[in-house]
């Protein structure tokens, strides 16, 4: 028996939604899991809003998440033939007439029965073809099951909807039939897709059925479908374009890992029967079950995504992690890069030194965009000390600082003395190393927070830290 034949069949109309991405590895992992094959389609006929900067963002997408096709990408676009065959059959059939209603007419008669909704008014004029759109003439009564593998049966009673338009007075096709024409022609075995698209099924189900009945063309099972629950954010709404932050690209851009952003979406939704949902591929593969989705809408947790993310960053080998956090320190040879460059000039970036930082930079972020903030006063000639900086040196902090300037210049340079001259000029003022640390490393890395103080100093060097000591007592004095 042949594996299952899934799709993913994203539409290019704006950036690849992480919701979206959930579909895909959905699709991917029960193909993988059952030895099926695991095809790409892009559904490019929406001529208005499809851009093809939107396509190349999928594809892009899905190959930085490492979710590869077996099969595509097709285009729907090309398959059009294949639609209009479809329309001639239905049409021949019996099972589509023409109406030349207006947008207007229909509303206005749906609003005098106080219904919504198609009334039927063209059902049995036997208006030509060319008459206006086509609509599909659902059974008046009975009922359509949609045997969903996830949600169970689901019962849609025909009296609940109206006579649908398939093809437009303009001649177009729309998405509810491409999309289940383009099934047919791919074989497609299992539709696992968004749970907004349910209320589509029963009018496919119906049309899958029609064609199937009718002379001239092939006979194909319907699919199974599963319907994924829908992604909601901290409000349990639906996640929105404009509210939340949904583009794929953007957690690209903001150094989340690929295998990090995975396992988290493999969480929406489902979750390994036991043991830790931090999980490699394999582990997901192995263990994924369609049938175990859950039924609930899942919330799109940020803040959850950015701790697995970091235990991501932290369990890279030394090499890995200098491998993926190179386009955001040294992006000029990297052939991705995020939309910021790091704060220094390329050319005082020094890989070496950053090699011998990066181990305590991987243990403190969570995401990689973090990094170029935490390591800048590496590679800045000067740091900034802005007003409130200058500010917290006065009094104390200046009396400390000057005390470690005339130490720092023949301490031996380790962390470790670094560390133990600090603590013996606190003492002597009666301070705590946390106290003397403070107006230190603002002078010497800019910043009230960061790595570890004296492995900074050292690697930073003794001219250049006491220069930014000297630098920012001229600041406080001056
Ligand atoms: N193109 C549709 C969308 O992006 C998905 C269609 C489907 O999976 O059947 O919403």
Not at 66 to 95: C, F, I, K, M, R
Not at 240 to 261: H, I, M
Not at 364 to 374: D, F, K, S, W
Request: net charge negative; glycine share 8%.
């Amino acid at each position: 028996v042949p594996g299952p034949r899934v799709r993913f069949a994203p539409s290019p109309t704006g950036f690849f939604h992480v919701g979206s991405a959930r579909t895909s590895l959905f699709n991917w992992l029960y193909a993988r899991q059952q030895g099926g094959t695991f095809v790409l389609r892009i559904e490019d006929t929406d001529v208005e809003r499809g851009r093809e900067e939107w396509k190349q963002g999928i594809i892009t997408a899905m190959e930085w998440l490492g979710l590869h096709a077996d099969e595509g990408p097709y285009l729907q676009s090309e398959l059009a033939p294949d639609h209009a065959t479809a329309v001639d059959a239905l049409w021949a059939n019996g099972h589509l007439y023409a109406c030349d209603c207006t947008r207007e007419e229909v509303e206005a008669r749906s609003s005098a029965r106080g219904r919504p909704g198609y009334d039927g008014r063209c059902r049995e004029r036997g208006l030509a073809r060319d008459a206006g759109a086509l609509r599909f003439r659902v059974p008046a009564t009975g009922e359509t099951v949609v045997h969903d593998l996830i949600r169970g049966d689901v019962v849609f009673p025909h009296d609940a909807f109206d006579d649908f338009v398939v093809v437009r007075s303009s001649g177009v096709v729309l998405y509810t039939l491409a999309n289940l024409v383009d099934d047919r022609m791919i074989n497609i075995t299992h539709v696992i897709r968004g749970e907004d698209l349910l209320p589509t099924t029963p009018k496919q189900v119906l049309m899958w059925e029609a064609l199937n009945a009718c002379a001239g063309i092939d006979d194909v099972p319907l699919p199974r479908y599963a319907h994924l629950p829908m992604l909601v954010n901290e409000q349990r709404k639906k996640l929105s374009k404009r509210r939340d932050p949904v583009a794929v690209e953007s957690y690209r851009d903001q150094g989340y890992l690929p295998d990090a952003f995975v396992n988290y979406l493999a969480l929406l939704g489902w979750s390994p029967k036991d043991g830790p949902e931090t999980m490699t591929r394999d582990r997901m593969v192995a263990e994924f079950r369609l049938e175990d989705v859950s039924h609930s809408p899942a919330f799109f947790d940020v803040k959850k995504l950015t701790h697995l993310n970091g235990e991501y960053v932290r369990a890279l080998s030394a090499a890995g992690f200098l491998e993926a956090v190179a386009p955001w320190v040294a992006p000029s040879g990297a052939t991705w890069r995020p939309p910021s460059a790091p704060p220094w000039p390329p050319e005082s970036f020094d890989a070496d030194l950053f090699a011998r930082i990066a181990p305590l930079v991987q243990e403190r972020v969570a995401t990689l965009g973090e990094v170029p903030g935490l390591v800048a006063f590496l590679f800045l000639d000067e740091v900034d000390l802005d007003e409130s900086a200058v500010a917290a040196l006065r009094g104390a902090g200046a009396e400390v600082l000057a005390d470690l300037a005339a130490r720092l210049i023949d301490v031996t340079w380790t962390a470790d003395e670094l560390k133990a001259v600090c603590a013996a000029v606190g003492d002597a003022r009666g301070l705590k190393l946390r106290q003397t640390q403070a107006p230190l490393r603002l002078a010497v890395t800019g910043a009230s927070v960061g790595l570890p103080l004296f492995e900074s100093m050292e690697l930073l060097g003794r001219e250049r830290v006491l220069a930014r000591v000297e630098r920012a007592l001229a600041r406080v004095r001056g």
